[in-house]
DNA sequence: AATACTCGGATAGACTTA
DNA sequence: TAAGTCTATCCGAGTATT
């Protein structure tokens, strides 16, 4: 049953004091680590800098000036600039409708040109104090060699040239000595994800291991068995500390692979009888809460590498076959409650027959489907559904064994659906948008294909929503959202749905259709405040916390991977957790380290 | 060993724009 | 008409399950 409550009940201050199983308080959970959180990441580490200037020139004098052309201040141009990197003219000119409408230019003081909307202006009230949250160009304007340089480098190698990187690991939990140890062993030059491993090797077999070349040669996946099992005291727990053996499948002793639970329920299920409850480490515990997601189906270690991050909580696995008609395996990674969830209402059907009711005319006896396999991204050509109709025509009535058993293959391959006599379809986009969750059109007025790629890519909204349903009573004036990897909103139309009210969304979402559909379904149901960033390399630390300054900080910091070659095909060239792609997860990692840090000593 | 399943990509051709 | 953009098609491999 959904509580909606009203919105006009008066009390003021955020609750982040404990639900009732988790009850340490974040302020004093995060007050050690924050005295390191402000040291200046940006700084180069000490002789570290890979030699991998791409000779980039700085921005021409001509192209700044046509943007100054355009209205916009020249330092708010320079520092677009630069924050936009290689992203092109669109994305700048997002970039800089984005300062405007958040009142970042320090030089904007008539607002004859203010792009402000008053919704904004209404909800501030510490106008006269807005941050230059950039304030970095109005000091030294040339900050010599970090100013262009490192934008377009790999994330990655970016952390391992800052000594910030020690801080994102001690925010996130990890004992300070220990980082320390393993930046000795490792070397200034070790990636995140290699100190990370070597912070669990040194903590499972003792710290004999002399200094690997681990970082060298990719080679996370190799060391497979030989770690002793003996634990060490200062371990970080196992996935809350729960007494370890208690954890069934999952508790898959050390080596790299995590079982996925079956069923794929998550810890529980509306109506269902399971109810889980969890303890999590103090380091988890907000604010904010956050929720992460990826492919359940990942490759072998990923998910066990996830979890170490991410304070080692243990991963919901759910397949959205539980909650609609489709199938789609994911696994996520919160610290929300897990106690008073509730269901999205009406429930949406959970077979094929109650969701599309007109197929089961032509649904033939032999096709035992009753629901969907996992919604991608691409649909099956017409080609295809031609050589399966012309193979049904030209048999007889059952069809041979040979021919059913390639039809159906067939038809779970691409999720096709019995629309006439021996006649299948692919899914249309609008019934994705169905099975997804998702309002009627939501994805309409973009190309066909993009739709079903965007689609393919989304959240199932009412899985989703369950998880994120604790929120509501929580929040009775609405919450700000930090949403990454937006998609085309799957988040906000969960909490949307579930009538929670969202004062500011700062989205991430490179995809400029997916950015239009959000800002487009924004607004048409939301009289809240959307930013939408598009490169996430633009959202650094101090902009996180001129955001934060500015909205009094982030309720939730929301974001599924976008999973490049972590699942399905084309995994040949995936590099797990270690190459370019994995970059997306650390961004987030690295987001949620920076929000929890700030909103700690703010 | 065979089978099922998977939030994809390079490419040629169709289409649109300058 | 050439160049750029969008679309449809074939093509895949790794992992888990049977």
């Known amino acids: 049953m959904v509580h909606w409550v009203s919105d006009s009940e008066d009390s003021d201050k ?90 970042n230019d320090p030089s904007l003081e008539n607002g004859s040109a203010s792009h402000c909307d008053p919704q904004a202006a209404k909800d501030s009230d510490d106008d006269d104090n807005l941050e230059n949250w950039d304030d970095d160009d109005a000091g030294g304007r040339n900050r010599g060699p970090t100013f262009d340089e490192s934008d377009d480098e790999d994330f990655l190698h970016e952390m391992s040239q800052i000594d910030g990187k020690v801080d994102y690991l001690v925010k996130m939990g990890f004992p300070e000595d220990e980082v320390n140890m393993a930046v000795t062993r490792c070397g200034q030059d070790a990636s995140i994800s290699v100190l990370v491993d070597s912070i669990y090797a040194s903590q499972t077999a003792g710290g004999c291991c002399g200094n690997s070349s681990d970082h060298e040669d990719n080679s996370y996946g190799g ?65 904010p809460y956050f929720y992460y997601e990826n492919v359940a189906l990942a490759p072998k270690g990923v998910w066990t590498k996830i979890s170490r991050f991410l304070f080692d909580i243990e991963p919901e696995f759910v397949d959205s076959k539980f909650f609609c008609a489709a199938a789609r395996k994911r696994g996520y990674i ?81 999720n096709l659906v019995w629309v006439g006599l021996n006649k299948v379809a692919p899914l249309e986009p609008d019934e994705m948008e169905f099975l997804l969750g998702f309002p009627k059109d939501h994805t309409r007025g ?24 604790v929120l509501k009573d929580m929040f009775p004036h609405g919450m700000n ?25 700062i989205s991430v979402e490179k995809s400029e259709v997916n950015r239009t559909i959000l800002k487009s379904w924004w607004d048409q149901t939301q009289t809240g405040k959307l930013i939408e960033i598009s490169d996430v390399q633009t959202l650094t630390s101090e902009k996180i916390e001129a955001y934060i300054r500015r909205i009094g900080g982030f309720d939730l910091v929301i974001g ?43």
């Open 14 to 103: 955020f609750e982040w004091d404990s639900d009732e199983e988790d009850a340490v308080s974040f302020n004093a959970a995060g007050s050690g680590s924050s005295a390191l959180a402000s040291t200046n990441i940006d700084a180069p580490g000490p002789s570290t800098r890979v030699a991998n200037g791409n000779g980039k020139a700085g921005p021409s004098a001509s192209a700044v000036q046509e943007y100054v052309d355009m209205g916009f201040p020249e330092e708010m141009v320079l520092k677009a600039m630069k924050d936009n990197g290689d992203n092109g003219a669109d994305s700048l000119i997002e970039l800089l409708l984005t300062y405007k409408a958040i009142g």
């Open 223 to 287: 060391r497979k068995k030989g770690r002793p099992m003996e634990g060490n005291k200062r371990k970080r727990k196992r996935f809350g500390g729960q007494a370890q053996g208690s954890r069934g499948p999952l508790d898959g002793s050390d080596d790299e692979s995590m079982r996925l639970p079956k069923p794929m329920v998550g810890f529980n299920l509306p109506n269902g009888l399971r109810s889980a409850n969890r303890s999590l480490p103090g380091p988890a515990i907000g604010p």
């Open 560 to 602: 599924g991977s976008p999973c490049n070659n972590l699942a399905g095909s084309n995994r040949h060239h995936r590099d797990g957790l270690e190459g370019e792609h994995s970059a997306l997860f650390f961004h987030y990692f690295r987001i949620l380290g920076d929000v929890k840090a700030i909103m700690a000593r703010l």
């Open 446 to 469: 973009i190309s066909r294909t993009e739709r079903y790629r965007s689609l393919g890519n989304s959240f199932q909204v009412d899985t989703v929503a369950y998880h994120l349903s």
């Open 334 to 414: 919160h610290n929300l409650p897990l106690v008073t969830r509730s269901p999205l209402l009406p429930l949406p059907p959970k077979t094929i027959f109650e969701a599309f009711p007109r197929t089961k005319k032509w649904w033939p006896s032999w096709d035992p489907r009753r629901q969907f396999n996992c919604l991608q991204t691409c649909v099956a050509s017409a080609k295809l559904t031609e050589r399966i109709r012309l193979a049904l025509t030209n048999s007889e009535d059952p069809p041979p064994v040979r021919v059913q058993k390639y039809v159906l293959e067939e038809c779970r391959k691409w």
């Open 481 to 505: 959202v930090l949403s990454l990897f937006s998609g085309i909103g799957g988040a906000e139309v969960a909490l949307h749905r579930l009538g929670i009210r969202m004062n500011y969304v």
